[in-house]
C-alpha cells in the first residue's frame, strides 16, 4: 500500500490535507445512508494517542467485510475537515495481519506504574488496624492479582481508559483520602484508606484489555462492584478472626461507591467514610475525564463541541489567552488598529 506521497502518522499529529497510511484499531463502525440511498461506512479509529473518525463511500460492502470492531487495519486516506473536526477520506483499507504491539494502539498512563505501585504499597503499610492493613497487603502480594491490576484501565470510555489506569485512578483516590482523614477527624482513616485500595479491584476482572479495552462476559453479566464484593470475599474467607462489622462496612464502601443507584450503585452510602469514598472516588474520575476532553477537543475557538456526555459545551479560553497575547505583542510594535479590532470582534 505504500506511495511515496504517504506518511504514517500518529492520530494526534493528523493535520488537514494530508495524505496518511498508517494501521489503526478500529473502535467502532457503522453503516449509514446518504440521502441518494447510496451506503457508507463511519469508522472511529486510534492509536495510543487518540482517535478520528474516517469515512468509507466506495465499494462500501466489499471492504466492510474485511474487517470487524477491535480489528488492527491499514489504510491510505486524505485528511479533511467535517463540522471543524478531522476525517479521514479513506482510499484503501485492508485488515492487518502483521503481529502488532497492543501498546501501539492503547493508550497508556504516562506515570511509571511500578513507581505507583510501591507508592500504593507504602500508603497501605501506614494503616494501623491490622486487619485491614494485613487483608490489603494481601491483595498487593498477590502476584496474579497484581499483574492485572497494573495493566487495567479504570474504565472504557471516560476516565482513566487507558493501560495502567486503574492503578493511576486507585493511588490518586487513595492520597486524596488520606487528607479528607487528616482533615475531617470524624473519619476512620484506616477504613476509608483501605476502602480507597479495594473499592475497583473488581475492574481487574471486568475489563478486557489485549488489544481493545471492552467488557469482559463477568464484566457485563455482574460488573465491577459485585465482582469487587467476590474477589473480598475470597479473600477474606481464610481469615479467622476479622471483625464482622468490619467487614460489612468494608463491603459497603464497594457497593456503594458510585453514590446513587442511577449511577449503577447497589446500595447508597450510609455511614461517613461511604459517604467521603463515593465523593472523592466521583472528584477524581470526573476531573481525569474533562482533563482528557479538553486536551483531545479538536475544536477551533474557545469552546469544546457538544459534550453528549455532559450535556453541554466546556469552555476552554484559548482563544482569549491568545488574544490577549496578540494584544500585547501589537502594543509593543505599534502595530494596533483595524487588524486588531478585527481579531476581537472576529
Known amino acids: 500500500m505504500k506511495t511515496k506521497e504517504t506518511q504514517h502518522i500518529w492520530v494526534k499529529d493528523i ?28 469508522l472511529t479509529l486510534a492509536d495510543k494517542t487518540g482517535r478520528v473518525e474516517a469515512k468509507v463511500w466506495d465499494n462500501v460492502e466489499g471492504i466492510s467485510s474485511l474487517f470487524k470492531e477491535g480489528d488492527v487495519v491499514e489504510i491510505i486516506g486524505q485528511v479533511s475537515t467535517y463540522r471543524n473536526q478531522m476525517q479521514i477520506q479513506i482510499q484503501e483499507l485492508k485488515r492487518s495481519e502483521a503481529t502488532l504491539d497492543p501498546a ?27 486487619h485491614l492493613r494485613d487483608l490489603v497487603e494481601s491483595f498487593l502480594a498477590d502476584h496474579g492479582f497484581i499483574s492485572r491490576f497494573k495493566k487495567a484501565p479504570a474504565a472504557k470510555v471516560f476516565h482513566h481508559s487507558y493501560l495502567g489506569g486503574l492503578l493511576e485512578h486507585t493511588l490518586s483516590v487513595s492520597k486524596m483520602a488520606v487528607m479528607a482523614a487528616e482533615h475531617y477527624l470524624d473519619l476512620d482513616g484506616d477504613l476509608l484508606l483501605a476502602g480507597a485500595i479495594l473499592h475497583d479491584i473488581g475492574k481487574t476482572e471486568e475489563l478486557s484489555f489485549e488489544r481493545t479495552i471492552d467488557y469482559s462476559d463477568q464484566g457485563r453479566l455482574l460488573g465491577h462492584i459485585v465482582l469487587g464484593v467476590m ?24 457497593l456503594s461507591h458510585h453514590g446513587e443507584f442511577d449511577f449503577g450503585s447497589p446500595k447508597r452510602p450510609k455511614f461517613l467514610e461511604a459517604f467521603a469514598l463515593h465523593l472523592i472516588d466521583d472528584l477524581d474520575a470526573k476531573i481525569n475525564g474533562l482533563s482528557r476532553l479538553l486536551k483531545e477537543d479538536r475544536q477551533e475557538g474557545s469552546w469544546t463541541a457538544f459534550s453528549t456526555l455532559f450535556q453541554r459545551y466546556l469552555f476552554k479560553g484559548d482563544s482569549s489567552a491568545g488574544t490577549i497575547r496578540k494584544q500585547e505583542d501589537r502594543e509593543e510594535t505599534g502595530d494596533q488598529g483595524q487588524r486588531y479590532l478585527f481579531n476581537v470582534d472576529f
Open 104 to 130: 501501539v494502539f492503547l493508550e497508556t498512563t504516562s506515570r511509571d506504574t511500578s513507581q505507583m505501585l510501591s507508592e500504593l504499597k507504602g500508603l497501605a503499610a501506614r494503616i494501623e488496624n491490622r
Open 231 to 254: 474477589m473480598l470475599e475470597k479473600k477474606l474467607n481464610p481469615i479467622k478472626d476479622f471483625p464482622l462489622e468490619l467487614a460489612m462496612r468494608l463491603k459497603h464502601l464497594i
Open 15 to 42: 493535520k488537514e490535507n494530508d495524505l496518511i497510511e498508517g494501521a489503526f484499531l478500529v473502535k467502532s463502525k457503522a453503516t449509514g445512508q446518504t440521502r441518494q440511498g447510496s451506503p457508507f461506512l463511519t
